[in-house]
């Protein structure tokens, strides 16, 4: 596996479903990202860690949940979420000094 | 409020022909400024980028001119090719707060740029 993967790459759950989004990033950084993409809006930035710690939570609501384990691995716990939830989840991962984030392929994400 | 305004929202040009999207920001904080490339199906890629200390980079076929005084800057695609029928997004960054100074990028809302054969 190269750069950074995403799996599921598609994923359909009703509102009341717990489910999990995973990313790994290959490229040796230390910073990993989750970004939401929706239509016709710009990316949002979700979430960062760094080395593992969470330093940014840009007002996401608590039925997302992250859990970075460790510098490799990020994870998006969902629960109970909503229909306008349903969009592309983008993982990105850079060195935390670095300015270029590299990203996968994102998970599809319908809430139904 | 959006910090970076990005136009057109689609752009349609013939292959051999030139593309230029344009992009606005307000943050004079920003100090990166990356053009990323997005293929359906696919996550966005860092395309090239550019530093306000100058006013041009090109790379291939691509070319960023920025305005600084303007707090403008946009891509250029030179000899355009079917292939490169995809949605751009340019988007600017500052560092972050607090220890590791992640640079946290804002976007536009991308362009969807059609290069008819």
């Known amino acids: 596996e190269t750069g950074v993967t995403q799996t599921p790459r598609h994923l359909v759950m009703g509102m009341t479903n717990k489910k999990s989004l995973k990313c790994e990033q290959h490229?040796?950084?230390?910073?990993m990202y989750w970004y939401k993409q929706s239509a016709k809006k710009p990316l949002e930035l979700m979430f960062v860690?760094?080395?593992?710690?969470?330093?940014e939570n840009n007002s996401v609501p608590s039925r997302f949940s992250p859990e970075c384990p460790n510098s490799s691995h990020l994870f998006l716990h969902l629960h109970t979420l909503q229909p306008e939830d349903s969009a592309l989840y983008l993982c990105?991962?850079?060195?935390?000094?670095?300015?270029?984030?590299?990203f996968g392929p994102g998970t599809r994400l319908t809430v139904t | 409020q959006q910090q970076v305004k990005q136009s057109p929202q689609s752009l349609i040009v013939q292959k051999g022909g030139i593309s230029i999207i344009n992009c606005a920001y307000e943050?004079?904080?920003?100090?990166?400024f990356p053009w990323y490339q997005q293929f359906p199906g696919k996550g966005p890629a860092l395309l090239i980028a550019?530093?306000?200390?100058?006013s041009e980079k090109k790379e291939g076929r691509f070319t960023i001119s920025f305005n600084k005084s303007a707090k403008q800057f946009s891509l250029h695609i030179m000899d355009s090719q079917p292939g490169d029928s995809a949605t751009y997004f340019c988007?600017?960054?500052?560092?972050?707060?607090?220890?590791?100074?992640?640079?946290?990028?804002?976007f536009g809302k991308g362009t969807l740029l059609t290069v008819n054969p």
């Open positions: 990105a991962s850079s060195q935390v000094n670095g300015y270029e984030q590299y």
């Open positions: 490229l040796g950084h230390n910073a």
């Open positions: 860690y760094n080395f593992k710690e969470q330093t």
């Open positions: 943050n004079t904080a920003f100090d990166y």
């Open positions: 550019i530093r306000p200390d100058v």
């Open positions: 988007a600017a960054s500052t560092a972050g707060i607090g220890g590791g100074s992640n640079y946290k990028l804002t």
